[in-house]
């Protein structure tokens, strides 16, 4: 597992902090003890049974040791969940300052839903390609399924992107993803995906 990417650093409240490893205990600036968990929620704090503020499991960085994709088409910024070969969950804020808003459109800046498709397509890749028999492979489309797009994505909003695993045949797989704003379902669809052996 990816795990033990916890032990670096992440940004937090404009700092940077030591990443606290699965297992350990920690102090907030609160004097609240929490514990690193594992499992759904891996890279969150827990205290209590309740989950409070989340740590990225995986930085942007450490998602390129992943992914092929690189800037101006890596469009995740973070994953907080990461259930390799499972599910994943990820971020991506969208900035004003994003490459295709200029031209779409001018004057009313719209992430494209194809890009949207995408940014889901690479959060799924992440769960697929973190399995260790997957590192350094390709996961390629093979088919989109039942997308519909249910809100406006512009800037200043964070897509939390998450894909749902649900069936891995050999080299061909499928997944449920969704991505939303706020809580509100912005596009949902099931992904096929065939990994370049």
């Known amino acids: 597992m990816?795990?033990?990417?916890?032990?670096?650093?992440?940004?937090?409240?404009g700092r940077t902090r030591p990443r606290p490893r699965l297992g350990s205990l920690g102090e907030d600036e609160g004097g609240l003890r929490r514990r690193v968990i594992a499992g759904q929620g891996q890279g969150r704090y827990c205290l209590e049974g309740h989950y409070t503020h989340e740590i990225p499991v995986l930085s942007r960085e450490e998602i390129e040791a992943v992914l092929p994709h690189r800037d101006p088409f890596l469009l995740l910024d973070e994953v907080v969940e990461l259930e390799p070969g499972e599910r994943v969950v990820a971020r991506k804020r969208v900035r004003a300052d994003e490459w295709y808003l200029s031209g779409h459109f001018p004057g009313r800046p719209i992430m494209p839903g194809v890009l949207i498709v995408e940014a889901m397509a690479q959060a799924g890749a992440v769960a697929v390609l973190s399995e260790e028999e997957n590192r350094g492979k390709l996961a390629l489309f093979a088919g989109i399924d039942g997308v519909?797009?249910?809100?406006?994505?512009?800037?200043?909003?964070?897509?939390?992107?998450?894909?749902?695993?649900?069936?891995?045949?050999?080299?061909?797989?499928?997944?449920?993803?969704?991505?939303?704003?706020?809580?509100?379902?912005a596009a949902r669809g099931t992904l096929t995906f065939a990994v370049e052996r």
Request: hydrophobic share 30%.
């Open 2 to 13: 990816l795990a033990s990417s916890l032990g670096r650093e992440y940004q937090a409240g």
């Open 148 to 185: 519909r797009f249910k809100r406006v994505v512009e800037p200043g909003d964070e897509l939390e992107l998450t894909c749902d695993l649900e069936r891995v045949r050999g080299p061909v797989g499928r997944g449920k993803a969704t991505a939303k704003v706020d809580g509100q379902l």
